[in-house]
């Protein structure tokens, strides 16, 4: 039997990788994902095409088609080559790559420290967050070990309360070795300064909320105020309510902060000049200036004059 040829009518849909989903829906912006949506409908329909049709297609500036075609060149799931082709890779063939880093020594010594670090082996979930944050935030094994080990002095392995951590190191713009341990040094400082404040206050830091580590941070880095300026803040709170509460002890430092105060010599000539004011308010012979004058030679005169009146 001669062979035949088997010709099908034209699809009518584009499919869409579960693996770009799943990675980029919640990631990339709305004006990138309809570029790449639509770029994959052309390319199913293997015809040419410009940006500027592409830009009117979808009421976008070619400007902004440029931006999302270089951000999924930098994703690496399209490649623009100098002759104007658009090269779509699929999803799945860049996840590949991560699992070809498994292979890289550097990245199987750093799994081998971390596997000693929280003492157990990791799960096949755990992998893929690591090699996520390797890819997505460009840090070294070296810079993920040192992460790990962080987060495991602070009795903390949960592999979310980690990806937390990385993510807030990239945010506070951590792209080093050297930055990362400089970022530690400067973030325990200033978590001993708060223990310490905590522990006046007779608060165990792991009770803290958000909106109290936020006031701390205020008083220490906005207000600038010395731990001695704060103790006494809550010194003043604990005598007049009893207690230590926060709001309270904010209200006393905001009105310094306004007020200029910067030491606790500022505080205590201040409470001075109030105690004066006080004293001479409640005094009603404050504003005696002492013994009144009389004019002698005047008051003889009166005398004088009266008597003859009577007489």
Known sequence: MSSVKIKIPPMGFTPIDNAFIDKYLSKARGDFIKVYIYCLRVGMENRDITIEEIASALCLLETDVIKALEYWEEEKIIHLSPEGLIEIFSVNSFESQNFNLLFNKQIKEMFDDIEKLIGRPLSSKEVSVYMNIIEDFKFSPEMVTLLVEYCSSKNKTDIRYIEKVALAWHDSGVKSYEDAQNHITKH????????????????????????????????????????????????????????????????????????????????????????????????????????????????????????????
């Open 188 to 311: 325990e400082e200033k978590w001993v300064k708060y223990r310490t404040i905590l522990n006046y206050l007779g608060i165990k830091d792991t009770d803290i909320s958000k909106p109290q580590e936020e006031i701390l941070e205020k008083w220490l880095f906005k207000y600038n105020f010395s731990l001695d300026i704060i103790f006494e803040a809550a010194r003043i709170c604990i005598m007049r309510i009893n207690e230590a509460n926060f709001s309270y002890i904010d209200a006393i430092l905001t009105d310094w902060y306004k007020s200029g105060f910067k030491s606790i010599d500022d505080i205590k000539k201040h409470n001075k000049k109030n105690k004066n004011t006080k004293r001479n308010n409640s005094n009603p012979f404050a504003n005696y200036g002492g013994q009144r004058q009389y004019d002698i030679n005047e008051l003889k005169k009166q005398l004088l004059g009266r008597g003859d009146r009577d007489e």
